[in-house]
């Protein structure tokens, strides 16, 4: 009879599921992927965006066109030419009708570069445009001489 208590023994059905090696391999791809994520976002080139008060979400699909502070102009990561510009453009205006343009122009950009990309975007037809700034500390918008304002308009936190 000790025989046969243990074939019962061997056939009982598994009733639970060890799900810690699933948490643990979940836990190391999500580490893996924070770690590659900060390479790939090391990769971009810095523009030092200008402060404002009232800055906010971009939200939906953009044309994104950064003026950077030596007057260059680069569109997804890499430098573009006037021509480039205006014949991405042209085929971005082809495929979506009310395209939305976002221009991230450096802080320490000059203003005729920022104006050149402007009008050659409504060359193109493009006349819905945003620019990228970045939102300021309340009570830190700078003024265009870069001292801090403390003019006669308080500045109303959000």
Sequence with gaps: MAGTSSSSDDEEMISGI???????????????FMVTATY??????EVNLPKAAHGGEVVGKMFMVVVKSDGTT?????????AELVSRAHAEKLRDPDL?????????????AFVHVIDLLKG???????INTEQAAAGAVASPQ???SSGSAPVLPH
Excluded at 21 to 28: A, G, R, S, Y
Excluded at 40 to 45: A, D, E
């Design 74 to 82: 680069v569109l997804d990561g890499a430098p573009v030419s006037d």
């Design 40 to 45: 790939i976002v090391r990769r971009s080139f």
């Design 146 to 148: 870069g001292a801090a």
């Design 18 to 32: 060890n799900v810690t090696p699933l948490v643990d391999i979940t836990l190391v791809l999500l580490i893996i």
């Design 124 to 130: 193109e037809g493009i006349s819905k445009f945003a």
């Design 100 to 112: 939305r343009v976002v221009i991230s122009a450096d802080a320490n950009s000059r203003h005729r």
